[in-house]
């Protein structure tokens, strides 16, 4: 069956911080194109690949991706909270094809998921419980990374999964592109920041509270001009997409991480989602491009992207 595919970024500051109204009305308009291809496309399963913040996955164990095969929302930054609908039965023979190709991902049965997978459905089906869900984890802010390789060849063991798969199935990216968000760093963080990485599940509200706030002080500031995090790099996010585009997923192989963080910020390894998510839509056959929008935002912390994708029959 013919695979379709959205890759969008996300950002946390999307309800709490306005951009200039001429871009908010340019967002709407690829938002509601997006909604138009995945109306269109009608699927009857999505998987999901995102990275977590921190809410889901610790250095307690870090794995560099995990499948669930149940899952809930966490409630972050105003995203959807509670049970989500995780089609347990296709997600756990999903995993098991996986592991089977020599591929080393890790399951979970109860996957806490926040914004980074939860807004993109939000923002496609405006809601979480439209369409039944597989979600993967793809480790976009906890160094040390896989190689890029790596996300190549899962994504690829999915696609061949998904595209032998009766169901009509959406893959949805979420995350990247070039963005330096004030998430805490293991090798700069002081005792208490380490506790929270280490394992810093369902913090107390005021916890939380403060951690949204100083993420939405950073996009003022940022917008400002007088934040210290690292620009955007709009060249850097064009030739990503471009490497999306092009259908030859052997490109993602040049990726180097430490570069990455260094040109790109260090969230630009969320695009790691994005390249297992185009490396499971190579893995069913030739696709074409439909959607490729670009924007920097700065009010949202983020080189903002936005792509739709469809295999040829
Ligand atoms: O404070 C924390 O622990 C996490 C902060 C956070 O959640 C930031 C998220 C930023 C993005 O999702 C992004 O810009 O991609
Ligand atoms: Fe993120």
Sequence with gaps: MSLALVAMSHSPLLDYVQPAPEVTQELIGVFD???AFVTEI????VITFAPDHYNGFFYEVMPPSCIGTSAFGVGDYGSAEGALPVRTDLAQDLAARVLESDIDVAVSHLMA??????QPLETLFGGVDAVPIIPVFVNGVAPPFAPMRRMRLLGEAIGRWAAARPERILLVASGGL???PPVPQWATADERAREL????????????AARQQRVIDTAHAFAAGTATIRDLNP????AFMGDCASGDVGRFDAYVADEMAEQAGHSSHEVRAWVAAFSA???AG??????RFYRPIPEYIAGFGVMTATTED
């Design 33 to 35: 194109r997006a909604r």
């Design 42 to 45: 009608d699927p009857e399963l």
């Design 113 to 118: 998921l926040d914004h980074g997978a939860v």
């Design 178 to 180: 070039s963005h330096d």
């Design 197 to 208: 990485l280490l394992a810093g599940k369902n913090p107390p509200a005021e916890v939380r």
């Design 235 to 238: 060249e850097w996010d064009q």
């Design 281 to 283: 839509l190579a893995a």
């Design 286 to 291: 030739a696709y074409a491009i439909g959607e």
